[in-house]
């Protein structure tokens, strides 16, 4: 269905519940004194907690071109819309706890945390380069805002100056990908591109523009070499804002890396709404190449990291590699084995940010030595933690376990047992830097034996992270299903 | 009685992690009601393992055929990739649940006295049991290997946290070395699955049992040169368990480092597991490959068994000449195996059952000695034997089962080890006869420097052996006689298991 715009409105109401949101915030912020007043959190939990609903409870069906063709609405669609609002909505959780955050304006920064996740809806659903690139944007200013939100820290604003730097290269380089793909197609719907691509229009230039789109993909998902931003903003940026970079842009940045990628270099597969991979280009290759490298360099500099979050963040690296895997054959088992593994991820590294803000709280410190006895000051946190940590290595019975099998299956399948190898030194690799930190909560004796407090909340939302961590690595069926329901894309 | 028979492995696979999860509940600071919480579930696997041994049918095959295992349990767990819960036992398995049930429970009994953390140490302890027990019930080889990585967790902890002054580099290593083999072993699993049918259903499978039939392979998987890939790949994940020359390294100083009850667990089960899954998987699977590999796997068992007593003979620590005593027995384990003949491979089990016991007393024994003298320098002590007589005949006892005296079980495991091989491979096991005569060097050595000569004044008052570290101990005394005297009961346990077993490495091509 290629529908107008006001027919469209009805299957917008995720983004309209988002956008609601965003203005009563705006009007919040003006019209209360109390900066901290918790009134704008509770606000941003309903609004996302809506636009979950809505987007769970409008059926995608075959799926629908909105907006004249600017924005889908499929499963592919809502399944990101769910997964960055979850992450949203974690995150809110966390910054109500964060001490970084106190004293600052809180409806300014869920204003900006919202814009982000609006963004993330539509970068996740688009299917023309306008509003491809509009949406980027959308998900990058409000990240820039958030990086730089200590003001008068000197990290924080030095992340977000390194952040908005680097962020404009990737997209003035993607932009000029995409203007070479107008100028090759005359159109800017990526379905017309996929077909004009097909019909062998395209060459050498549809290449190399396609090279320059995957350069503002791959700074969205922090593939090297485009990763140079992210430790440092990760470093800087407050704990929970860094939680949610870890997850939900790099999310959406797979979505609209896999939507485009598919859709403009893959064939439908006989059952509907399946692809397969059908081009002359040597995308595999490249994309494992990439793949082998991001996980490569991710886990071997973080092994000489010694602030957990700089860990975490090359940490998050290494998995952006790991997820490429399930991308390089463009095939829908590949696509299926991404999303499991984003369902999993968004536990496990939320789950794990979620401590360190607990310990930076308390000690004002992140580095290695900060959480060292953990294990008897907060023995809760310590052990979820520990949990979170070897899902990230990939240990069963966690669910990190399951996401891997998934990515290192559609490698296996596929024939490519080189990068399996690769992935599998770097599992054994990764073991030795997160153990690091679980060495010091446990094996090493406290500086400060004092009991550390964890607020109600956050051990409440420890435990709710930390569940379907270890239960998903016990049984995954459903997840498995909702992946692989959900990777269906429409093209038109 | 049926639902015994149909859920006993999966019973005793749980108890532990019920009893886990329930001292994870019990308040602080009542660590006794921990420790005989703990005690209590790990004591009820030996009664089931008890039910075992007499249900038993010891005419069943096994090894590749569903319906010559007992104790059967097979459900669907991830339909969507042919996942399923299956569990089972065979004559491999059998001793093998038989001696973790034992050995699990007089570990739990030997940790009594641990005082630091006891709530953490006995959860993970279980959940250790768990894996184990796992490892030896599971047919289908995702439930295996989620097993198999089950317990790399709890160990960790274990030697981290109760372990001795290095402890933190021994439990990394260790953690280390076996996610290597363990990622080599999942990357494998991968590629079966993807290269074998499951004959019914038509889909991939994860059973076990159909990757032992080469009419469900892909013609990828027929090629002789990707079997030997697999088969080595596997091959050195459990290498590395076992530990095999040269994978070995980290078995000293993890053994060494851990508590005195983790190292029993650590020599008398983990060991077994790398040999078991050759045995298990690696030799039904590829049997042709296991033929043209016997040859360097004879090579390595005798290696194992030459150098490790070497090394044996070498050491000043009286707990790390036990650890590479350790493997110089698993290579015949090695050896054994590789010769293909029934003799052999019963030695091979029998050595791996019997090992498994007298290893166990090995280290609670040095571990009696360090609780009171807080050294192992077998240097450091002199004339024992009149102090601590009773003590002293415990370890007389399990250094002569060691170093293969007749009529304990450690004898009639390596006699029937050097029949087996005899006939397969002459000059190899030559070599491996020195390995006794240096294993009797070393052992007998240790025993006279420690607990013969003139007594050193330091320890004239050294309190003598106690009750429950005798109970630990006896049981394990009484078993490694009877087998070394009678061994026909066990034998018969494993016989028809292991005779299948060859034809079905002899058999095919």
């Known amino acids: ?492 | 009685m049926d639902f015994i028979n149909s859920h006993v492995l999966s019973l005793m696979t749980f108890l532990p992690l019920l009893g886990a999860a329930v001292i994870l509940c019990v308040p602080k600071g009542k660590d006794d009601l921990v420790r005989w919480i703990a005690a209590v579930a790990s004591f009820l696997p030996v009664p089931l393992a008890g039910h075992l041994w007499f249900a038993y049918d010891r005419t069943l095959s096994g090894v590749n055929v569903a319906t010559q295992f007992m104790f059967v349990e097979h459900y669907s767990w991830i339909p969507s990739i042919n996942v399923d819960y299956f569990m089972g036992a065979d004559g491999i398995s059998m001793p093998m649940l038989l001696l973790t049930a034992l050995l699990s429970f007089l570990a739990v009994i030997g940790s009594f006295g641990i005082t630091k953390k006891v709530k953490g140490y006995m959860a993970l302890f279980l959940l250790l049991e768990t894996g184990m027990m796992g490892v030896f019930a599971a047919l289908d080889f995702f439930l295996f290997y989620v097993f198999w990585e089950l317990m790399l967790l709890p160990m960790y902890f274990l030697i981290g946290i109760w372990g001795g002054p290095r402890k933190e580099y021994a439990a990394i290593k260790f953690f280390l070395y076996t996610l290597v083999g363990s990622v080599l072993m999942l990357l494998v699993m991968l590629a079966l699955y993807f290269n074998t049918t499951d004959p019914v259903t038509g889909g991939h499978t994860f059973n076990m049992l159909h990757y032992m039939s080469q009419s469900t392979h892909s013609a990828w998987l027929k090629n002789f040169d990707i079997r030997i890939l697999l088969f080595l790949g596997l091959f050195i994940g459990f290498a590395i368990k076992v530990p095999t020359f040269p994978f070995h390294t980290w078995l000293p100083d993890a053994h060494v480092e851990a508590p005195t009850a983790i190292s029993v667990i650590l020599a008398g089960v983990l060991l077994k597991m790398g040999t078991y899954g050759m045995l298990r998987i690696s030799f039904p699977m590829f049997p042709d490959v296991t033929r043209w590999f016997a040859i360097p796997m004879a090579v390595i068992g005798v290696i194992n068994i030459v150098y490790g007593a070497l090394c044996a003979m070498a050491q000043s620590d009286l707990k790390k000449m036990v650890a590479y005593s350790s493997v110089s027995h698993m290579g015949f384990v090695m050896l054994g195996m590789a010769a293909l003949t029934p003799a052999g491979m019963s030695g091979a089990v029998m050595q791996m059952f019997s090992h498994g016991l007298i290893t166990a007393m090995l280290f609670f024994l040095v571990g009696v000695v360090y609780d009171r003298a807080h050294h192992r320098q077998i240097d450091g002590f002199g004339g024992l034997g009149a102090v601590v007589p009773v003590y002293t005949f415990f370890i007389s006892f399990a250094f002569f089962a060691s170093l293969g005296l007749p009529g304990m079980s450690g004898f009639v495991a390596e006699a029937m080890v050097f029949i087996g091989s005899f006939q397969t491979f002459r000059t190899i096991v030559m070599v491996a006869a020195l390995g006794i005569v240096f294993g009797a060097a070393y052992h007998l050595w240790a025993l006279q420097r420690v607990f013969l000569g003139p007594l050193n004044p330091k320890y004239a008052t050294m309190e003598e052996i106690n009750a429950r570290e005798i109970f630990c101990l006896a049981p394990l005394a009484v078993l490694v006689m009877a087998v070394g005297v009678y061994p026909m009961p066990v034998l018969n346990l494993m016989n028809a298991s292991l005779l299948h077993l060859i034809d079905v490495v002899k058999a095919v091509i």
């Open chain 1, 1 to 492: 269905m290629f529908l107008g715009n006001l027919a469209s409105l009805p299957h917008f109401l995720p983004e309209i519940a988002v956008t609601v949101t965003i203005l009563l915030l705006v009007a919040l912020h003006v019209a209360t004194r109390n900066r901290e007043s918790s009134a704008a959190s509770i606000l941003s939990l309903v609004g996302v907690g809506a636009a979950i609903l809505l987007s769970g409870a409008s059926p995608a069906g075959t799926g629908r071109a909105l907006f004249e063709g600017m924005v889908a609405q499929d499963g592919f669609a809502v399944f990101f819309k769910v997964l960055t609002s979850l992450c949203a909505l974690v995150v809110i959780f966390m910054s109500m706890d964060s001490a970084e955050l106190a004293g600052r304006s809180r409806a300014e920064y869920h204003i900006f945390l919202l814009s982000t996740l609006l963004g993330m809806f539509l970068l996740a659903s688009s299917t023309d380069i306008v509003m491809l690139y509009l949406s980027l944007e959308m998900v990058s200013i409000p990240s820039y805002l958030l990086a730089g939100y200590l003001k008068g820290k000197e990290r924080s604003t030095e992340a977000a100056i390194k952040y908005v730097v680097y962020g404009a290269t990737a997209s003035g380089v993607m932009i000029y990908g995409f203007s070479i793909l107008f100028g090759l197609t005359g159109s800017t719907q990526i379905a017309e591109i996929g077909r004009a691509a097909a019909s062998g229009k395209a060459s050498l230039a549809l290449l190399l523009a396609a090279v320059m789109v995957a350069v503002g993909f791959g700074y969205k998902i922090a593939a090297v070499p485009f990763h140079m931003w992210c430790p440092d903003v990760y470093e800087g940026a407050p704990a929970p804002a860094t939680a949610f970079f870890s997850v939900a842009p790099k999310a959406a940045g797979f979505a609209v890396l896999i939507r485009f990628f598919f859709t403009v270099f893959a064939v439908p597969d006989s059952t509907p709404g399946l692809w397969r991979l059908a081009s002359a280009f040597d995308w595999p290759l490249m994309f494992s190449i990439l793949s082998a490298v991001t996980m490569t360099v991710g886990n071997f500099v973080a092994i000489k990291q010694n602030n957990v979050k700089r860990l975490l963040a090359y940490s998050s690296i290494a998995h952006a590699g790991y997820m490429m895997m399930g991308f390089v054959m463009l095939s829908s088992a590949g696509i299926q084995a991404v999303l499991f593994y984003l369902v999993v991820y968004l536990f496990m590294n939320l789950g794990a940010f979620y401590v360190v803000v607990l310990v930076s709280n308390a000690t004002r410190g992140e580095e290695i030595s900060d959480f060292s006895g953990l294990g008897s000051r907060a023995p809760l946190a310590a052990v979820c933690f520990a949990v979170f940590l070897f899902s990230l290595t990939g240990i069963p019975p966690f669910s990190g376990f399951i996401g891997k099998v998934y990515l290192f299956a559609e490698v296996i399948h596929r024939g490519v047992y080189w990068l399996a190898v690769v992935a599998a030194v770097n599992s054994v690799v990764s073991l030795f830097f997160y153990a690091r930190v679980v060495r010091a909560m446990f094996l090493e004796e406290p500086k400060d034996a004092a009991g550390l407090p964890v607020p109600a909340l956050t051990g409440a939302m420890l435990v709710v992270l930390a569940v379907p961590t270890v239960l998903l690595g016990v049984y995954w069926e459903p997840v498995a299903r909702i992946a692989s329901d959900s990777v269906r894309m429409i093209a038109f």
